[in-house]
């Protein structure tokens, strides 16, 4: 466990082929770069196809979007929009099951308060059809 990481897994992390790291890692990259720079809470970005294309269904985008809607909210980030994204950390669980450590980083929303805010969100991510897929849920 680095700190801040990601907790080892119950059952431990396992090593994968360099294929599906990289799938995985270039997935993620272009996921997150879409929410830099973009108000979470408004219909553009909730609407934009790219975005939804990592959700089995749309129930799943609506969860997911959702709950990040609400951290990005409760950690004050200003109008809900993080100026930077950065996947920190990647953990296997299995071949087809990753957990995604990322930091997400805004300006502070309230008053007299002229700094910088942070989240640190861990998302799952399954490999099925494929195709690696966010999995909203609890870790």
Not at 44 to 63: A, G, H, M, Q
Not at 102 to 120: E, Q, T
């Amino acid at each position: 466990l680095s700190e801040g990481g990601i907790p080892e897994p119950e059952g431990g992390s396992v090593a994968v082929p360099p294929e599906a790291a990289i799938m995985l890692n270039n997935g993620a990259a272009v996921f997150y770069e879409q929410l830099v720079q973009r108000r979470v809470n408004t219909l553009e970005t909730f609407n934009d196809p790219v975005l939804r294309k990592y959700f089995r269904s749309e129930d799943l985008f609506f969860d997911y979007y959702a709950g990040l809607a609400q951290e990005l909210a409760e950690a004050h980030f200003e109008k809900s929009r993080p100026f930077a994204i950065e996947v920190q950390e990647m953990i296997f669980e299995s071949a087809a099951q990753a957990q995604v450590q990322v930091l997400f980083r805004g300006y502070d929303n309230r008053p007299l308060r002229p700094n910088r805010v942070s989240l640190v969100r861990r998302d799952r991510w399954q490999y099925e059809q494929e195709a690696w897929w966010i999995t909203p849920g609890n870790l």
